[in-house]
Every structure is written in structure tokens, then in C-alpha cells.
């Protein structure tokens, strides 16, 4: 566990050595300026398929309690 | 002719039938993929699916420009019915509900998908080695690495197993398996093809590619998943792509740049092969530049920091409370290395000292890039450094990260890359990277073509 700490600290080491002596610049979070979050709403989803998609995820959920509900596994870090 | 092209046309001439191209596929993964391991799961619906695409045929009904195709897909693309695992413990009873906006464009145009190819654990590794199923094997260059993350998909084209991949790349991650094993691999121009069904590595990053035995065939699933759709937030407004039409236009007249910084970070036989490629456009009436990219190696370890605090936000969903397995209980090394790295960077965020100021070298690799292909249609050279080590070779992080110092630049700056084989070094293939302006893809595919007919 050590050396995996070790060697994700040196990328960032090595990082801040390469850009020491750039200039400061404006960010780059995402390469394109044209964002569509405000999408117009579609048409709802058919019944049918809603249907189809609720009885393939009950097919392939892990586990459920007697009235069919998802069951949950809880997290260790949630144990107490 | 070219593959892609032939077994289109014998399916549309009736001597191949889609059933018939499905079972061919599964009797060679059944023979040869036990050694390659290019394959997580197959479909069982595969032969089902071609009979329906069948009848479409028979029946004279219009199909779609992949009638009849075998498609493998990677494992971090929602397939329905199938596993999306990532090639991961975490996810491996994780059965996929639904299709990815791909998938479902993939099967529009008549595509099969035969099943879901191998990888590296969620897409953080550029050997082929971290999948938890196992590595996988360099049909092209036996015992030695595929190249990854995308490593099934160049393995599962390399040896023949199916007609075309999906692949994704945040990195490298189609380029870089492509140029190992020989084949054709297309990373597209970001916010070309929607990521909606992508399990992501790096969102900001990550576009989803064809991997293909020509590049008739990497054009044509381009093709076929490219354009703007609602389910995504982040797309360009492309209604459709369309390639093949002036794909044998040549390059006589093209500009092409070139740069002394990939001879100076490339193993010189490498880059042999490379002038070659160079030689011929040239020849092939392409007037050759010299582009200045003084900052291109920067990139590599800005990228890392960008690519590891996205993973770490993007794996705070594999708790395990709802499904699958707690991500750090489970994940390899490389995984682990990523989601500590990007604790670390989060929690240490102050004053903008890691984050922001890797966004700001990406914004200098871009504006590098831009400022060159402002004089240059496309710029080419080599897609990976140096050759692939032996499959087990004991590699530091460092070194494994030095297979991406090429092909990471195009994912910062957004543009389009593509690779096709230029000829080999002992046996081993060496594949040459042609990038392309944002929405560049026609003319990198002209030039890919121009490479592949001469290599």
C-alpha cells in the first residue's frame, strides 16, 4: 500500500517540476464551449418499453424482499 | 478491396449470409481466444439477432450501412443483457439494462454484437495487463502487449475474431492497441459521438472510437455512431458524419506537419518507420511542414493529474451499496494508484496548485496544437514511443505512463487522431498517428487511407 502511495505521489511530484515555469493560463475544463444542458424535454417514454425496462432490471437485480423491492447491500463503511 | 468492404459486399451479394458471418466469428473465438483472451462474455443472442437481420435482407428491406457486421464491444459501453464489468471485480455481476447511444446506432445499422471485449480495469492502463479476467495477447506480435485500455478489441481485429470494434479513448487507448497490433483505430474529434451508456475513465476526456482491420471500416462505424443527440450534454451540433465519399480523394496537395519533438521523444526505430510513412505522402504530392510543439511532453503528466481526479469523483458511485463491490476493496493496483491519487489532489486543492494548474498546461498543449494545425491539415507522426514490452515485463508506473506521451496531446486539445500500420520493426507492427483539426476527421481519414493503401 505504501509504494502505490509512493508512485501516485510521484506523477504529481513530476508535475509540478514540468510546470514550474509555464505561464498561468485560463483553465481548460472541457474542450467544447457548446453545451446542450438545457435540452428540450422529448416525448415520454412508452409504457411498453418503461414496462420491458422495469421487468430486465428486476431480472437482474442482485436481490429483493418479498414485495419485490431492490434489496440493498450495505456498505462496510456504513456498518457501525 | 479491403476487408470491411469485401464481406459487405458478399453479404450483399447473398454468398455470405449474416447468420453464416456470426457462426464463423464464434468458431474463431471458440479456436483461437482461449490463448488471446480478447473476450469477456459473448452474446447468446448473436445468431438470433443476424437471422433477424436475415430476413431484413431476404425480405429486400433497406438495413443499414453495417447489414450483417460482426461488432465486439469494450466493456465499459452498456450492452443490454450483457456484463458491463470494466473489466473489474466491481462490476463483474453487473448486468447492463439498457444500450449505449452506440449500441444502439451499431444495431440500427444492422450491426451483431457478438460480445464484449476485454480491457484494462476501467480503462487505466496502456498494456492490456490489469484486467481482472486476465491480460490479453498480441495476435500480431505473440507474448508480447496488445497495447490498451482498448486491448480486446485491437487483439479481437488483429486475429480476424469479428469485423469491427467499439473502443473507447481518454489517453490513447484506441491509437495506442491499434499501432501494437496492426490495425486501424479512430479517436474522434470530442464531442463527436455521444458518451450516453459509457462507463467513464475521464469525462472531460473520454470519446468513444472504432477500432477496424482498414480504415474503409474504422470510416464506416465512425460513420455509422457519430452525430448529436439529446441524451448528451456535452456534444457538437453534427447532425451526421459522412466519410467514405472522399476517402480516395488523395493528398495531393494537402499540408502535413510534422515535428522535431516527436523525434526527440521516439525510439529512433520507431521512428524510422515513421519517415517512411512521411516519405510517401510527399510523394504522393502532400507538401511537408515543420510544426512547432515545444510543451508537447507536458502534457503527459498534466493529463494524469486531470485523468486521476475525474476517475476519483467518477468511482464515488462503486460503493457497493446498490450494486457491485466496493471499488477499493477489489480493484488492482493500477486502479487503486488513480483513485489515491485523485483523494489526494482533491483533498490538496488550494490555491489552484494541482488541478487547476494541470488545466492551465492543458490549455497551452491546446492552444500548441491549434496554433499548428492553423498552418496544417493534419499533423503525423509516430502514435506510441517506443515498441511493446514483453506480456509480464515488470514496468514502473512512470514508464508504463511513457507509452502515452504521443497520443494524450489529441484527448487535451480535443482534436482527431487516427492510426494506421506503417510497417513493422522486427515483426512487431508500428502504427503512424495522423491528427486532424476539431471536425478534421475527413481529411485525417484521406490521409490514413493514403498510408494504409502504400504501407
Wanted: hydrophobic content about 40%; glycine content about 10%.
Amino acid at each position: 500500500m505504501k509504494e502505490i502511495e509512493r508512485s501516485a505521489q510521484e506523477v504529481i511530484d513530476s508535475f509540478v517540476e514540468a510546470a514550474k515555469d509555464l505561464p498561468e493560463l485560463k483553465e481548460t475544463y472541457y474542450n467544447q464551449e457548446a453545451y446542450n444542458v438545457v435540452s428540450p424535454d422529448g416525448e415520454p417514454t412508452p409504457e411498453k418499453e418503461r414496462a420491458e425496462f422495469r421487468k430486465r432490471f428486476i431480472a437482474d437485480m442482485p436481490g429483493s424482499d418479498d414485495q419485490g423491492n431492490l434489496k440493498v447491500e450495505v456498505a462496510k463503511w456504513a456498518e457501525r | 478491396m479491403g476487408r470491411t468492404l469485401e464481406k459487405l459486399d458478399s453479404i450483399n451479394r447473398g454468398e455470405l449470409s449474416a447468420v453464416d458471418n456470426v457462426w464463423q466469428a464464434l468458431e474463431r473465438i471458440e479456436k483461437l481466444d482461449k490463448k488471446i483472451n480478447s473476450f469477456i462474455e459473448l452474446n447468446s443472442n448473436a445468431v438470433a439477432e443476424a437471422e433477424a437481420v436475415h430476413r431484413r435482407l431476404q425480405r429486400g428491406e433497406k438495413v443499414g450501412k453495417l447489414e450483417g457486421l460482426v461488432i465486439g464491444v469494450k466493456s465499459n459501453l452498456n450492452v443490454t443483457g450483457l456484463r458491463a464489468t470494466c473489466a473489474s471485480r466491481t462490476l463483474d455481476n453487473y448486468v447492463s439494462t439498457y444500450d449505449a447511444d452506440v449500441v444502439k446506432r451499431v444495431r440500427a445499422a444492422g450491426g451483431i454484437v457478438i460480445g464484449v471485449n476485454n480491457m484494462d480495469e476501467f480503462a487505466c492502463g496502456s498494456s492490456g495487463e490489469t484486467s481482472a479476467f486476465g491480460p490479453t495477447d498480441n495476435p500480431a506480435a505473440p507474448g508480447h502487449i496488445p497495447g490498451g485500455s482498448s486491448s480486446g478489441g485491437g487483439a479481437a481485429i488483429a486475429a480476424g475474431l469479428c469485423d469491427l470494434c467499439l473502443g473507447t479513448d481518454t489517453g490513447g487507448s484506441i491509437r495506442n492497441p491499434a499501432s501494437h497490433c496492426g490495425v486501424v483505430g479512430v479517436k474522434p474529434t470530442y464531442g463527436l459521438v455521444p458518451r450516453q451508456g459509457l462507463i467513464d475513465l475521464g469525462m472531460s476526456l473520454d470519446q468513444i472510437g472504432s477500432i477496424a482491420p482498414d480504415v474503409v471500416g474504422a470510416a464506416l462505424l465512425l460513420e455509422t455512431i457519430a452525430g448529436k443527440t439529446q441524451n448528451e450534454c456535452v456534444m457538437l451540433d453534427v447532425d451526421k458524419a459522412r466519410y467514405l465519399d472522399r476517402l480516395g480523394d488523395g493528398v495531393k496537395g494537402m499540408r502535413v506537419g510534422v515535428s522535431q519533438k516527436f523525434r526527440d521523444l521516439t525510439d529512433p526505430a520507431v521512428m524510422g518507420v515513421i519517415d517512411k510513412s512521411v516519405e510517401k505522402l510527399r510523394e504522393f504530392g502532400a507538401e511537408i511542414v515543420d510544426v512547432q510543439l515545444p510543451n508537447l511532453e507536458r502534457g503527459l503528466t498534466a493529463y494524469y493529474l486531470i485523468v486521476s481526479v475525474e476517475f476519483f469523483s467518477g468511482t464515488r458511485k462503486f460503493d457497493g451499496r446498490k450494486y457491485g463491490k466496493r471499488i477499493e476493496d477489489v480493484c488492482g493496483e493500477e486502479v487503486l494508484r488513480r483513485i489515491m491519487r485523485g483523494r489526494y489532489i482533491s483533498q490538496k486543492e488550494y490555491r489552484g496548485k494541482f488541478y487547476q494548474r494541470a488545466l492551465q498546461v492543458r490549455t497551452l498543449v491546446r492552444q500548441e496544437l491549434m496554433a499548428a494545425l492553423e498552418k496544417v491539415d493534419v499533423i503525423v507522426g509516430p502514435t506510441v514511443p517506443k515498441l511493446p514490452h514483453r506480456l509480464g515485463a515488470k514496468l514502473t508506473p512512470m514508464e508504463m505512463y511513457a507509452y502515452d506521451y504521443l497520443t494524450i496531446p489529441a484527448n487535451l486539445a480535443g482534436i482527431c487522431a487516427g492510426v494506421v500500420k506503417a510497417g513493422d520493426v522486427g515483426g512487431i507492427p508500428v502504427g503512424v498517428q495522423a491528427q486532424g483539426k476539431i471536425l478534421g476527421e475527413s481529411d485525417m481519414f484521406r490521409v490514413m487511407h493514403v498510408l494504409e493503401a502504400k504501407a
